[in-house]
């Protein structure tokens, strides 16, 4: 995180003139910060680059990826009182939101632990906010996926509709030979060609499980599975995810890991 | 939304050098936005200030915080095929966001409604974000309690603890004359003691709804009930909601209503 | 401050290559700043966080609010003469533009001091420099008054011209439940429509103060005098300000406090 | 005026949610802004970017840089009520300030006319506001001087206290061909040996007009007179200001001109 | 290109208050681009993007990417004089770096144009224009390569020097399944083990074009060949590129392209 | 070099989530910077600042302007592998850019340092990095002429023929007295007029080097010589350079000296 990302975070928080804390007289307190519920640690490293900007003191023996337990202290905290009363809001923000994405995560990559499928995230996520959100996938266990249009190409639905596959293809191609070409496709027909023209990876959009086993054998049987990685998307929750996990496919993206997650709560408990 | 703004979300998404969409031949091209979820329409007016910026045309007859209808086209758009496919993700994810906080916040409001208790939001926000989560339980009918640290004085345990009550409040009062002073307190004692020293409003923080009814009752009988604002916090979910509401309080605070909150998922498709 | 801030007003001082400094060899140097007239310290906090960035040490045994007399050193340094040039102005800016501010204030504050009058500020302020000024105004012992339009709301004569007083105080009041509200009015009978109302703050704007007294009067006869805080503003100045002190008002806001104030000039002299 | 300064600039005053004037139906309105003081109009072009970005309609028959009499008005505006009751203060505060500046700057020139020096302002301006001062006292007839420490080198007292006058002109030639070099001096010798070096303007700095008037009789004997722009600075009002006008210096610079300078009020009123 | 790097980039050139385009009396004027050597075009986006934003009409029937003449006019404009005059630097700046990149590409690109291999440059880049210098390339018919480290993965000889080959494999695999990664070695042993480990793309980093021939040998008679990218970098110029070429690697990069490039030289002439 | 400047450009570098980094295990390492071919040093300080901020520690016996020699090692790097992993290429590319220029100016200011003439770059600069170019200039030896529009007044052929010499003179004067005034001239004829006009600097410009000796004929036999600096610039290059400084001239400014310019290669070698 950025020095001025800091500063932005903490302005968002704090507005251009909290008048009431320079008020108070200034002591040195200590202070806990404390989950309310069980989950992965996220947001640590954040947490901590905020509390060094304004001169608290901090101690933590967990790291970015732990378990943490409800009711057990995470960070000691110690300093100006001024300053952890004014800091304790977007810190706990950061905790809250990136071990809730954490948490969430954990749970799927564990519930498909046996298959070996990777679970990833989307670019559904909250406007400047994504690198936090897509860290914390990652923290979690989870594959962050394309971060933006520039770093990979994704041919979709609409790109299909507008340029055919295979000019779309064609582009993607000539957009840099560091860049991967994943296609998304609904049917074994598609997957069929997708594979043909060279795709590193073939999403199956919004597609049932079973027809992406049939998709899968297709591929197979024309020797096509190996050279792409299969991904499956849309739809996919908590609940049907071990289903798809034994399609055969090699990750599943989720866009609900990054948007209506588990918020973890935590507290700040000055002693 | 500031056209700084706009650069800063749309460069999140779409990273320094987008060559594939470059490289596609730009066509134009008619879209529909779509719902795929019933809710409340939120993030209308970010939406289209992108697609303004963009250069893509719109209509759409709806508002912000119109009732919207699963499958039902919320916007049309038409424009270069590359825009669109550029400003998609981004558009998307303003509207699905919002307006799944918009849904929620309007179902907590009218779960009340009889009882004439206002619905708030807290600042348990997505650093950065906040104005947008903000703006979006107001277009639910919600109300955004203080924005920041700035705009009203918020007296909660952990300056109670440090400072205690009364210094705390002088502070608060010496802080300005158009700020409004708020006590969170957990006990009748504590909301007397608030009360008589001229608190604007008083929280009932992590109560449950029968010590709210008796603290409310030493109210009444002391003639402090009139001259505050009684708010309930702390744990308080839709399942729950109810039972607040008829404790007697005038605002109910949830921070729910701006984390896991719901995401309305919209599609965009190309014609 | 923050270091962005820090940076963008020293960049305005320096300009983009100081090809000069860089070719003076650096010295280590001792200097002082003294103020060049008596009055009341403000900006130390500012200049202090300049010296900072810089890497020039310094010491100083007042703080801001403190009384200083012209000629008297305010501020010791040491450090590199480089720096300590190129940090001269800006610095002696905060001083000069924040003391002065605070050395008006101090007066204003302290001819109404028997009255128990408040002293506020408006929003007439530098663009840009308003919280310097606000912070000035409050460390000279005044009220900041509202920020911004987002933090509290006043209904002013524009508006009600437009809207007139009851539709606009409907839309104040459904802002949010932690914004006060404030009504302007010109005579006795408005004054008593907004009290009716339900207004936190009336002010009478640009009224004398007979007028005013008039006004506070009839609220009492009605029981409405205390449930509101009563603001005078507009033409007020040094010469009349202790005359409307004794009208009965709780506030007097000028907006003078912040524009054409004093600029309290200070030197930076090395040994 | 960039729109990253409009957006900044109004976000100031506006803050991060304005819900009030959200809430407000918005109407077309007709409005106007007036001077209460007779002045000279500077600020207009700030003005009126604002309005643009805010989508008002204008009309104005004068430009930065008239005469204005107290009550006649100055801008006619037309367009959205939010809009208009949004944009008053910033504008009116860009009109004020500068209007203010410029009225007194024109004073200080007109007092001087006769004898063809020309009014400076100097570095003494406010943080993050220097351009649009600089501005207001070219507006007014004044000149802009040095705007930062790049443009041009300025030999001041504690630049020869730690270097000598030597050392210091020599790296300030070295600093540029294009830089003009300008050295402080307190009295005839150190004008003389100023003069020697090569020094393109010579101040004197804090010196009575008597004595700046031998300064130049030594400089004319020593034939060194025509060489140099000869500038007074220190301790000049509006009161002494035509007595030093009188002593044969070329420029006089005032850091009162945009410091503690008059505020120009200008009042919007909605028809 | 963004408003705000618009702003940007004239605000570096004019400075904070260039006055002297001001006192200017503004006319219509005509002007010519015209190109003083041969050459590709590029910049053209961007310059027209600043007379945009200047207000300054244009016409032009070149495209990015297309030859030019010198001596040809190559964009006509229209508008303010002031406008013309103070964008003119800026945009010739873009229009002449940028075209000097596209200059030298295609000469690279049509060099090697029979043995279809790719040419591309690297992150050599000049820090804050990387993204312009970047798709001056893609204009010149070359390939962006990696944009940063976040796109995709480099394992570079100081990478391995570190970790070892495998270790840093594993982790760039764990980085992401949408990442390709590339892996830098010296010799054949290590391009046999990068090709083994499955690599996408091997790059043979300084070697000459005889060692780049027998790897690639190497690589064939062990069935490696097919399923990696095969990249030549390291002190290849215009002079030996056609040798290099010849090896039968797939992508050739040159850090030169992208700095001590062509400068397209462009005049601006009004009419 | 701004922090946030340097946030900026390192940013651009890696990314908005550089996971590879992330993943690889921190090691305590040690590294040399090492030159690939003789040059003269410049970026240090801001490679430097790079270091700083990412924690890494550095020893180097050199200044900026100090004679490298290929191989030669010219900073000692130890901290995080890492930090050490990712600051390399932006440092790189300020040490490479930075020097590349220094070393060239440094030639062309040694070519001519018998005629006692001065070396100046123009405003012919990379959009975004001009001051680190200027500045390069400046360690090479060379003179950084004017920055930016505001500093100075340059009179170029557009401006006369828009305006003619003697308007644009006028605007030009009025500008302030702080800003030197140069004009642009093609023949003696101009050169005469410019010079009577009062023009601080005469640029010659794109005249041969016979022409040149003729209009400084025209100047002295008229006494108009040593009022004046004279300026070379346009087709001058390192071949024709000395023909030029021969002329008489005080000044040869050269676009070629930030432009086209040389890249001094850097390596970093982890131990």
């Known amino acids: 995180m950025k020095i ?5 975070f903490l302005g968002e928080d704090v507005g251009d003139f909290d008048i009431f804390h320079d008020l108070l007289p200034d002591k040195s307190v200590k202070a806990e910060i404390v989950p309310k519920q069980d989950g992965v640690l996220a947001g640590l490293e954040e947490a901590i680059r905020i509390f060094d900007y304004c001169g608290i003191s901090y101690s933590c023996s967990l790291m970015d990826g732990d378990t943490i337990a409800s009711g ?3 960070i000691h905290l110690e300093g100006s009182s001024r300053a952890i009363l004014r800091a304790e809001r977007v810190s706990l923000n950061f905790l809250g939101r ?3 994405i954490a ?8 519930a498909v632990a046996q298959t070996g499928v990777r679970i990833a995230c989307t670019r559904k996520t909250t406007p400047g906010f994504r690198k936090f959100e897509k860290k914390a996938v990652a923290i979690g266990g ?3 996926h394309r971060f933006n249009l520039t770093d990979a190409v994704m041919i979709k639905d ?7 596959m295979d000019t779309a ?3 993607a191609r000539d957009a840099g030979f560091m860049k991967r070409v994943e296609i998304e496709v609904e049917n074994a027909e598609d997957a069929m060609h997708a594979a043909e023209l060279g795709a590193d990876v073939i999403m199956f959009d919004n597609m049932n499980a079973d027809s992406i086993v049939e998709c899968i054998s297709s591929l197979k049987e024309n020797g096509l599975r190996d050279s792409v990685v299969l991904e499956a998307s849309g739809g996919i929750t908590t609940d049907n995810l071990v289903l798809y996990a034994k399609t055969g496919v090699d990750v599943i993206s989720m866009g609900a890991l990054t948007h209506p997650s588990l918020w973890l709560d935590f507290g700040l408990d000055v002693e």
């Not at 948490?103 to 564990?110: A, P």
């Not at 609409?158 to 055919?164: A, D, L, P, T």
């Open 72 to 74: 057990e202290t995470t």
């Open 142 to 144: 989870g594959d962050p």
């Open 169 to 171: 293809y064609r582009c």
């Open 158 to 164: 609409n790109h299909i509709r507008v340029y055919g």
């Open 103 to 110: 948490t969430i995560v954990r749970l799927c990559v564990e």
């Open 4 to 8: 001025s990302e800091i500063e932005s």
């Open 98 to 100: 990136m071990s809730g």
